[in-house]
Each structure stands twice: as structure tokens, then as C-alpha cells.
């Protein structure tokens, strides 16, 4: 949901712009609603830095709990921010993605080395006000769920070497760990405070108390599996087991709901529109993704929903409407905006018909807590 969309200018109550969003139940589809996804309004962007500055936290806020009442009879399923790390890397790092902010002279302005933690840090207390605020007020009464949709790719030691393998871990707690470990234990992983420092911002102790446990699912998006050579020649890191920074219990619970989104993108460079509608690369892409996620259910992973991204061709970002990512192909450029199903929206609606009395179950129903936040 698009704060511009139901908001007036960023702040002030609703002007109704967004309820055609929530509408898909009327037409026997359930919504799943996300009230961040990558687009500050510029006002606040000018006004005080977007997600640099605390007053973020109180706009999201009170957009977050203005969709909590507008859309309450409509909306069951809610993700507070969808892929943190990619809106603090892109957007603040490498300056690829609105606003366009990294280290002079790469970027007109920004600071690529303390930004994506002082961002990433405030969208996790955005994500915990906006839970904080459904669980106390709404969520008993409508009977819905929350949670949040990170993103990280899969990482696997470029080679058996012991640094590769430490390499590996520290991509993982640095990319799913840093937005992970506080929703799940209330604090940021062990490697990247000793890595990050004082460049890491600190959870108070209230904060760190409700953002453990802020959670219903977590949603996992991925792209691809990369591999990961270690690089650490100039990284000094300071004695290990600091009692300053605490340690993890030897058997930390995990959450037991998730929801997983997969991706697979195809670039539209002028071939023709058969060519596209013929994506057999997609397809076997999603059996892949299916096949192992429904390992991972067979060995007890608690998966409530498969989502795929997108159901039909739009605007990515920095990709424009090159990147098709949709299932139906999109023609930009007529009028009618005229839709077509690929090969792969053939395939999986009839593989969902067969498949789904016999593994899937139904991604709904009352909250499911997990037992981190029991």
C-alpha cells in the first residue's frame, strides 16, 4: 500500500486513493498488504531524510494504523516492510534505488558506510511500532496476522577452506542475520556488532523487549544462490566472546511460519512478444523453487504460502519495464495496457489445481505465533 496513494502529501488523514488495493477479495482473491515498500513520500524525503531520521518512525506509524482501520474487513494478512536490505543497500549504499544516496563522488551525497545501518535500524523499529500497534488494538477483534518480508539470497563457501566458510556466515548475519536476529532475540548478531562497530546503531532496552517476538510469519524472498570467497585481509575484528555484547542461547527457538517469495526475471530486449510468452525458464524455476520448499515442509518447516512475484510484467524500479518478472506479459505500451498469460501462468495455475488438496495447506486462518514469541 502506497502512503501517496491514501494519505494527503505524506501526512493528514486518508483521501480514500487507495482502496481499490484492497479490493481483490470482492473478486475471490485474498490481499496480503505491505505498508512499506521502498516508497517514502518525497515531502518527507525533503523534509527530514526519509528513513535517516526518527521522525519516520511516527509517520509509518500512523499510515500503518490508518490501513489497520480503513481496511480492516478486508485485509486479514499484513507485511509492515518488505526487504529491508534492499531498500538500505540499493537506496543508501550503492545509491542504485531512490534516493539515490552513497559515498561522494559515486553519489551526489550520502555516506555508504553508516546510512544502510541507521536506515535499516529505523525500519526495524518501524516494523515494531506497526506490530506493537495491530496486536494491542486490532488484531484480536479481526482475527488477522503480521509479520515482516525480508530478502536474502542463499550463500553457499566458494570452497571447503575454513575462511570461506566464515566468510559465508558473516554474509548471512550481515545480510539476514541483521534484520533476523532482532525480531527473533531482541538484538543484532554477535559478528556484525564486533564487524560494524559504533557505525551499528543501539535498540534501546524497551525497544529490544518489543521487538523480540514482533512477528506472526516471516516472508523470505530469493532470487539466487551465490557463492562467497573470502576477502577479510583488511577486517580487524576485536577479541571474540565480548561479555559487552552478550551471546546467543546455545538453543535459540526459531519462528515455525513462513512465507516464501521467489523471483525470476526476464529482460525485454525488443525480441517478440512470442518469445516471451515462451518462458520455460521460469517455469522450471518455480518446479525448482516448489520441489524444495516442499522438502523443506517434509522435514518440518512450517510454510503457510508460496508467492510469486509477479503476477504480471511492472515497473522495477531502476529496471523500468524492461525486467518482466510477471507470470502475464503486460504491452506498456498500448493503450489497454493488454495483458497475455505466459507459459509459466498456464503451468502454474494447473499445477495449484492438482497439487494444492494434496500438500498445500491454506495460508490463513487465526495468527499462528511462533515459538520465539511465545
Not at 72 to 90: C, G, L, Q, Y
Not at 138 to 159: F, L
Not at 321 to 331: K, P
Request: aromatic share 12%.
Amino acid at each position: 500500500m502506497t502512503m501517496m496513494r491514501v494519505v494527503d502529501d505524506g501526512d493528514g488523514g486518508g483521501n480514500g486513493a487507495g482502496d481499490d488495493d484492497a479490493r481483490g477479495s470482492e473478486g475471490g482473491i485474498e490481499p496480503m498488504v505491505t505498508t512499506f515498500h521502498w516508497d517514502v513520500p518525497q515531502v518527507l524525503e525533503d523534509e527530514y531524510g526519509g528513513f535517516r531520521s526518527e521522525r519516520i518512525l511516527d509517520d509509518h506509524a500512523e499510515f500503518a494504523e490508518l490501513c489497520f482501520k480503513e481496511f480492516r474487513d478486508r485485509v486479514k494478512k499484513w507485511v509492515t516492510i518488505n526487504e529491508p536490505s534492499m531498500f538500505a543497500s540499493h537506496g543508501y549504499s550503492s545509491g542504485v534505488n531512490a534516493p539515490g544516496r552513497c559515498t561522494p563522488p559515486t553519489c551526489p551525497a550520502g555516506d555508504s558506510s553508516r546510512e544502510p545501518y541507521i536506515v535499516s535500524h529505523n525500519l526495524l523499529r518501524a516494523h515494531m511500532r506497526a506490530v506493537k500497534i495491530y496486536r494491542s488494538k486490532y488484531q484480536i477483534k479481526q482475527k488477522g496476522m503480521i509479520g515482516i518480508s525480508v530478502h536474502s539470497d542463499w550463500y553457499t563457501p566458494y570452497s571447503p577452506k575454513e575462511k570461506d566458510v566464515e566468510a559465508t556466515k558473516r554474509v548471512l548475519y550481515n545480510t539476514l542475520g541483521l534484520y533476523l536476529d532482532p525480531i527473533f532475540y531482541g538484538d543484532y548478531p554477535l559478528s556484525v556488532k564486533q564487524i560494524v562497530r559504533e557505525r551499528l546503531p543501539k535498540f534501546s532496552e524497551e525497544e529490544s523487549k518489543d521487538i523480540k517476538g514482533s512477528f506472526d510469519f516471516i516472508g523470505i524472498n530469493y532470487y539466487v544462490t551465490l557463492y562467497v570467497l573470502d576477502n577479510s585481509t583488511d577486517i580487524v575484528l576485536p577479541p571474540e566472546g565480548d561479555p559487552k555484547d552478550g551471546t546467543k542461547p546455545e538453543n535459540p527457538e526459531v519462528p515455525d511460519t513462513f512465507a516464501v517469495t521467489t523471483r525470476y526475471v526476464t529482460l525485454d530486449r525488443g525480441q517478440p512478444v512470442e518469445e516471451i510468452l515462451q518462458d520455460e525458464g521460469r517455469i522450471q524455476y518455480i518446479k525448482d523453487s516448489l520441489y524444495y520448499t516442499l522438502q523443506a515442509m517434509r522435514d518440518g518447516a512450517d510454510v503457510r504460502g508460496f508467492l510469486i512475484w509477479s503476477y504480471i510484467d511492472n515497473f522495477e524500479w531502476e529496471g523500468g519495464y524492461a525486467n518482466r518478472l510477471g507470470l502475464n506479459y503486460a504491452n506498456h505500451t498500448s493503450s489497454d495496457v493488454q495483458r497475455i498469460p505466459k507459459s509459466s501462468a498456464i503451468w502454474f495455475a494447473n499445477a495449484m489445481i492438482k497439487r494444492r488438496n494434496k500438500w498445500l495447506r491454506p495460508f490463513g486462518g487465526s495468527p499462528h505465533p511462533s515459538k520465539a514469541s511465545a
